[in-house]
């Protein structure tokens, strides 16, 4: 397996609150990717948080990338929890088969993490 490491930036970012309270949200947003991969990322998800900021999330997000000078797409599923401090971490994994391009028979896996000082992308990855 090979290692990538991107940068996230957040260029648009849209929390609905759902209704039934408990901190509830339902949040779109598009990123641009820089680094390993190249290229930009729309993703939704939901969330919950507490009182005190501590909460959890999960989403889906379609890349629109280049690896390794691969340019396609493929869908991250992501699951990971927040912290009092704002900082979350997630879990990622490509849905199997859903490759495009040159990115077709991607297989990853890795971690999200995010904090004051940005957003990175760690994918473990391999190709058929």
């Known amino acids: 397996m090979t290692r990538a490491v991107a940068s996230i930036e957040t260029t648009d970012y849209n929390d609905q609150p ?59 599923q992501f699951s990971g929890t927040v912290a009092a401090d704002g900082s979350s971490e997630a879990a990622v994994l490509v849905m199997s088969g859903s490759g495009t391009g040159e990115l077709t028979g991607l297989h990853a896996s890795g971690r999200l993490t995010a904090d004051a000082d940005g957003t990175t992308l760690v994918l473990d990855h391999d190709q058929d």
Do not use: K, M, P, Y
């Open 18 to 76: 759902v209704a039934g309270g408990l901190g509830c949200s339902r949040t779109q947003g598009n990123d641009v990717i820089s680094g390993d991969l190249e290229g930009s990322a729309r993703w939704e998800g939901l969330s919950v948080v507490d009182a005190t900021g501590v909460g959890g999330f999960v989403g889906l997000s379609r890349f629109e990338v280049s690896l390794g000078g691969r340019a396609g797409s493929f869908v991250l």
